[in-house]
């Protein structure tokens, strides 16, 4: 019996960098300061500064990150903020939490991101931002979606949590610009299985705007300027230095990483080619992440069942859209979300990491194209 292949591996991670992170964990215990340290003001400032976008905020964790962010704009009770059901369910949580109402719209047949055509079907007076998700790391079409924004003075919060390092261009000469700097602000988790991971939870505010950057610092930490004097009602959602120090190492490698799932997405795509597994549109003008990889089939159950029995672990990213979650069955009220509904029927996440060898990568499509035969 050949080995296991698992759908996630996180522990690879660990071993190619875990003298440096032993190093880092290391220092931040010598110094015993664990909260807001030099540690979360230094990977801040990388991060911001490898995204390119002036301010990053470290924040406790990438659902913390999108519901600061949203308060620091102001949005609350009465206010409608737009995004998409085919999403993890922490994208609603977020919003909901502010006391805005979520509207959900359904999601691009090629893409499975926000599909910028059903905006204007579901805007209101009361709308006041849009949280596209960059969804398994493919950026969503921001060009459509910001126009609409400007058109109509709305917020645009991107949800980066699965899209670290992903980039758009508005033409094949244009350089390419990373998410998290294409709205008005950004979210990112560093929920250990992201691209780039902590080991505990974490998350991110980016954001080119001082003043917002500014008001999102005091809302993670109880509205003080000034220790123990709080100037705005705020919230204790703070990065600790020791998730710092382990993002800080962890960030030198996203983009040799990323580079590395590209590749595994590529042994993939081309043994797919021409084949009935359906795979999203890859565009030309996005650099994916491929936080997953996610494939379309018919009988997605049984696919899932016999690549288990051939060793090949699998995922579903998601078993089941928000609005159908009985938590949030009154969003779905009067909302077009089929593309959403019957996706979530098809779809499987394939194994993908940045330590997959590109033999495993072709033993996995193997399988895959093995038991589609079989099954139908
Ligand atoms: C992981 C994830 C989040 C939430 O991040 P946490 O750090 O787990 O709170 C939000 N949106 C999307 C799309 C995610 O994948």
């Known amino acids: 019996m050949l080995p296991a292949i698992p759908q996630t591996d996180l522990r690879a991670e660990y071993l190619e960098l875990n003298g440096e992170i032993d190093g880092a964990m290391?220092?931040?215990?010598?110094?015993?300061?664990?909260?807001?340290?030099?540690?979360?003001?230094?990977?801040?400032?990388a991060f911001a500064s490898y995204l390119g976008a002036g301010h990053a905020i470290g924040v406790a964790s990438g659902t913390d990150a999108l519901f600061l962010a949203l308060r620091a704009f102001d949005i609350g009770p009465g206010d409608e903020v737009?995004?998409?059901?085919?999403?993890?369910?922490?994208?609603?949580?977020?919003?909901?939490?502010?006391?805005?109402?979520?509207?959900?719209?359904?999601?691009?047949?090629?893409?499975?991101?926000?599909?910028?055509?059903?905006?204007?079907?579901?805007?209101?007076?009361?709308?006041k931002a849009i949280v596209p998700v960059h969804l398994y790391g493919q950026p969503a079409d921001m060009v459509s979606i910001l126009a609409f924004a400007r058109q109509h003075n709305l917020r645009v919060i991107e949800d980066c949590a699965q899209a670290h390092g992903a980039a758009c261009r508005a033409d094949p000469v244009s350089p390419w610009q990373k998410v998290g700097t294409l709205g008005d602000a950004a979210a990112f988790s560093f929920y250990p299985t992201k691209n780039l991971g902590a080991f505990g939870?974490?998350?991110?505010?980016?954001?080119?705007?001082?003043?917002?950057?500014?008001?999102?610092?005091?809302?993670?930490?109880?509205?003080?300027?000034?220790?123990?004097i709080s100037e705005v009602p705020g919230w204790n959602s703070r990065l600790d230095e020791i998730q710092a120090a382990v993002l800080g190492v962890k960030l030198n490698a996203l983009d040799r990483?990323?580079?590395?799932?590209?590749?595994?997405?590529?042994?993939?795509?081309?043994?797919?080619?021409?084949?009935?597994?359906?795979?999203?549109?890859?565009?030309?003008?996005?650099?994916?992440?491929?936080?997953?990889?996610?494939?379309?089939?018919?009988?997605?159950?049984?696919?899932?069942?016999?690549?288990?029995?051939?060793?090949?672990?699998?995922?579903?990213?998601?078993?089941?859209?928000?609005?159908?979650?009985?938590?949030?069955?009154?969003?779905?009220?009067?909302?077009?979300?089929?593309?959403t509904e019957?996706?979530?029927?098809e779809i499987l996440s394939l194994p993908m990491s940045a330590h997959i060898e590109t033999k495993t990568a072709r033993r996995v499509a193997a399988e895959v194209l093995r038991a589609v035969a079989e099954i139908g």
């Open 257 to 339: 990483w990323n580079e590395a799932r590209r590749k595994t997405a590529e042994v993939y795509d081309q043994n797919f080619a021409g084949s009935v597994v359906g795979v999203t549109t890859r565009r030309r003008d996005v650099m994916h992440v491929f936080h997953q990889y996610v494939i379309r089939v018919k009988n997605r159950d049984r696919l899932r069942e016999a690549l288990a029995q051939a060793g090949v672990g699998t995922a579903i990213h998601y078993p089941v859209p928000v609005h159908q979650q009985p938590a949030y069955r009154s969003l779905g009220t009067g909302a077009d979300l089929q593309i």
């Open 342 to 345: 019957a996706l979530c029927t």
């Open 82 to 127: 737009i995004t998409v059901s085919h999403t993890a369910v922490a994208t609603i949580a977020a919003i909901m939490q502010t006391g805005a109402k979520p509207v959900l719209v359904d999601v691009d047949p090629g893409t499975f991101t926000l599909a910028p055509d059903r905006l204007p079907a579901v805007l209101s007076s009361r709308t």
């Open 26 to 45: 290391r220092r931040v215990l010598d110094r015993s300061r664990f909260i807001l340290g030099e540690d979360v003001k230094q990977f801040e400032n």
């Open 201 to 228: 939870d974490g998350g991110c505010v980016v954001t080119k705007d001082a003043a917002l950057a500014e008001q999102v610092r005091l809302l993670r930490q109880y509205g003080w300027r000034n220790r123990y």
